[in-house]
């Protein structure tokens, strides 16, 4: 044997370079995980939708496809190996195929991001319509495709596979919108309730509306967006000096204040008749762009869903963070990744069961992370219909209570001014996008705002024992201003024990600051704007300081606040500038408001304001 191995070292050696080459074929290059293709998709107006179809090379026999519609972009080429967020379902095969949406980037027509359904029956288009031709080409036309298309997607393509459920093509089989929306007046990117959504909505829209595409907004020249969002005035000087008509969404914005006929019929959702293709609603506790949207949806689908097709998952996310671990909430490690077992247990079974045929229906209605314990429950209904309602009520000594306050309790009071708002974040604030603060600020530490004159704080004495509130969270505020309009935004404040964890040894610099003693995590916060509160549609100015109650929904959650934490609740006018403005003197248009509009006014809180909590009883 030693003999054969010597001669064949002779012999090798011996093998010139080119008797090499011949002689031994260099390796093969390794395979390509995914196979590119780049088409267009005719739709029924003869407009055509750049579309890229992404297969697995391994795949043998026929596959479901799944399909995302997006303003965002396509991608240039397959990817070299499987991206993280689609570990789980790359697992079953699909052939993936993702579209720019119409007017966006090398897709025909113009990006208008009209909600506006056209009606049934005619020669018009829409995002439902585009969903529908798509579809209808895929399967004609995708090779090895099984004839079961799915869509998902997060955010606009949320939405966008969302509304496809209201003219659902026959191969559409199951949708999953996560993070989608529904209305964007009443809540969710634009507005709040009315109220704008100020530096969002302008990075946002520059983002989608000022080209073909994805643009940045250019303006800020301050270090501080607080600052310069002040300096721009009103928001229609902001649309005149930057957008010049750009944007028609920002001209929406600015001129159509109330919600009218043109807003309302965004409200795709009205469409949505029995639900007829399985879909998976996915919605975040801390999302800070689309937080309404999604239970609307569900809720939507649930009133007539007699095969129980339709189903809702929520976590402790902020915007998309479902697509990582999800191990935290800001900087509160939980312990657990969220994120993983929604792909990995939910997300995977739901399109494999559906489009491929594989593994048992998924059988529950509502699936919650549940935050504070971090874990995860099932309910039968949503909101489940065992809670009871409990209301906390703000007293006038500063403290919350169960108790309700005596006859003749007095108010709080604070004066509001538009000239110096309170911020929505520590300042310096920096711009939305290409912000590391941006997509876990709806979790920053409350005590930012510590000692401001202009607002006020309600604090409970610590728990005995858990509380749990699970369904949806609303504020009543009885409550007055002296001008003659006005906000209130209220907040639902988990506030940590001083000892909450223990301290690094040895401490570095930060350490100290950066722990989660006394941490103040908002559960729910929104804001109420005093023009709509008989009313969307026609505002009307208040009457000065008469106390009348104002409603303040604060979303859907599931939340344990644990024995020795605080609740807290903070009231304030004003919440900039993710929130533009009140000038508190009424105009028949706050976008338009003149600088002689703004005024101070001092707002009182009065007794019988409370927090209506669903409680769920301890087992």
């Not at 001669?7 to 010139?16: E, H, K, R």
């Not at 302008?202 to 310069?228: A, I, M, V």
């Not at 929520?314 to 998309?320: R, S, T």
């Not at 509160?533 to 208040?542: F, H, M, Q, S």
């Amino acid at each position: 044997m030693r003999r054969s191995l010597t001669a064949l070292a002779l012999i090798l050696v011996a093998v010139t370079p080119a008797t090499a080459r011949q002689a031994l074929p260099a390796p093969a290059a390794p395979r390509a995980a995914y196979q590119y293709e780049r088409v267009t998709i005719p739709m029924r107006d003869g407009a055509r939708m750049e579309t890229v179809v992404i297969r697995p090379t391994a795949a043998t026999g026929p596959l479901p496809i799944l399909l995302e519609r997006s303003p965002y972009g396509i991608p240039d080429a397959a990817p070299a190996t499987t991206p993280a967020d689609l570990h789980y379902l790359a697992r079953d095969g699909y052939i993936m195929v993702y579209q720019n949406m119409r007017g966006r980037f090398g897709s025909d027509g113009r990006f208008t991001m009209s909600m506006a359904l056209a009606s049934k029956g005619g020669e018009g288009t829409d995002d439902a319509t585009d969903a529908w031709d798509t579809i209808d080409w895929l399967v004609k036309n995708v090779r090895d495709n099984n004839g079961r298309v799915g869509m998902w997607g997060v955010s606009y393509p949320g939405y966008a596979a969302a509304v496809a459920l209201t003219a659902p093509h026959p191969a559409l089989k199951a949708v999953s919108p996560q993070a989608g929306w529904n209305d964007w007046w009443i809540n969710d990117d634009l507005h709040r309730f009315g109220a704008i959504r100020l530096s969002y909505a302008t990075d946002w829209l520059w983002l989608l509306q000022h080209s073909k595409q994805n643009d940045d907004f250019p303006g800020y020249d301050t270090f501080d967006s607080y600052d310069w969002f002040l300096k721009q005035g009103s928001v229609a000087d902001l649309e005149a000096r930057w957008f010049k008509g750009a944007s028609p969404m920002m001209t929406a914005i600015v001129e159509r204040p109330d919600y009218d006929a043109w807003w309302q019929r965004h409200r795709w959702t009205d469409a949505l008749g029995r639900a007829g293709v399985a879909t998976l609603s996915v919605a975040g506790f801390w999302d800070q762009e689309d937080p309404y949207g999604p239970w609307r949806i569900y809720q939507q689908l649930e009133r007539d869903d007699p095969n129980q097709l339709n189903m809702i998952v929520a976590g402790p996310w902020n915007h998309g963070s479902w697509r990582s671990a999800g191990d935290r909430v800001g900087p509160i490690v939980i312990g657990a990744e969220s994120g993983t077992a929604f792909r990995r247990d939910i997300e995977a079974p739901f399109f494999a069961h559906w489009l491929h045929g594989k593994g048992e229906r998924p059988a529950f209605e509502a699936r919650m992370f549940q935050s504070g314990s971090w874990a995860w429950r099932d309910y039968k209904s949503w909101p489940p219909k065992h809670a009871s309602t409990r209301s906390l009520y703000l007293r006038a000594d500063g403290s919350l209570s169960f108790d309700a306050p005596p006859a003749g309790e007095g108010c709080r009071d604070y004066v509001s001014d538009p000239a110096h708002p309170v911020p929505y974040r520590r300042r310096p604030i920096s711009s939305t996008w290409g912000s590391r603060d941006w997509p876990w600020w709806e979790a920053d530490d409350q005590r930012f705002l510590g000692g401001r004159p202009d607002m006020l704080s309600y604090v409970s004495e610590p728990l005995t024992s858990d509380l749990t509130v699970t369904g949806t969270l609303a504020a009543r505020l009885m409550a007055s201003t002296s001008g003659t309009d006005s906000d209130f935004v209220v907040k639902l404040i988990d506030v940590y024990p001083d000892d909450a964890e223990a301290l690094p040894r040895p401490m570095q610099p930060g350490d100290y600051a950066r722990s989660l003693n006394g941490y103040q995590l908002p559960i729910a916060m929104e804001v109420r704007r005093g023009r709509w509160l008989d009313g969307n549609e026609v505002a009307k100015p208040l009457v000065p300081d008469r106390v009348r109650a104002w409603d303040v929904p604060l979303r859907e959650h599931d939340h344990v606040f644990k024995r020795g934490h605080r609740i807290m609740v903070q009231v304030q006018s004003s919440w900039f500038p993710v929130i533009d403005r009140n000038p508190q003197r009424f105009v028949p248009n706050i976008a338009k408001a003149q600088p002689a509009d703004f005024v101070k006014a001092t707002q009182r809180v009065c007794a019988g304001s409370h927090i209506a909590l669903p409680v769920i009883a301890a087992p």
